[in-house]
Nanobody, 123 residues
């Protein structure tokens, strides 16, 4: 069983950058697709980005395209989310997930989740 732990969240001004990390323990991440999701107060959890196990294929939700970059290092069992040009609309708890068994963009399609890291963007 894999355990995931996010880090790198915090408070940043609009226009700033953060780099989130998702570290895995207990099992390799190789051969497993991974994703980032976020949940703002009062809203449902939504898809942000995903990366396949080879790191050759990535996918982003439209609102973060050109600003966020997902990557992974299977040897380090870590996935990253570089977030640039942050805006108040990006404020949310960010979660990483793996063990995908359903649609790539559907939170219900992932079986393993981290506890999340808070990202707050001030205007």
């Amino acid at each position: 069983q894999v355990r995931l732990l996010e880090s790198g969240g915090g408070l940043v001004q609009a226009g700033g950058s953060l780099r989130l990390s998702c570290a895995a323990s207990g099992r390799t991440l190789s051969f497993f697709d991974m994703g980032w999701f976020r949940q703002a107060p009062g809203k449902e959890r939504e898809f942000v980005a995903a990366i396949d196990w080879t790191a050759n294929r990535t996918m982003y939700t439209d609102s973060v395209k050109g600003r966020f970059t997902i990557s992974r290092d299977n040897a380090k069992k870590t996935m990253y989310l570089q977030m640039d040009s942050l805006g108040p609309e990006d404020t949310a708890i960010y979660f990483c997930a793996t063990d995908r068994r359903g649609p790539l963009k559907n939170p219900g399609g992932y079986a393993s989740w981290g506890p999340g890291t808070q990202v707050t963007v001030s205007s």
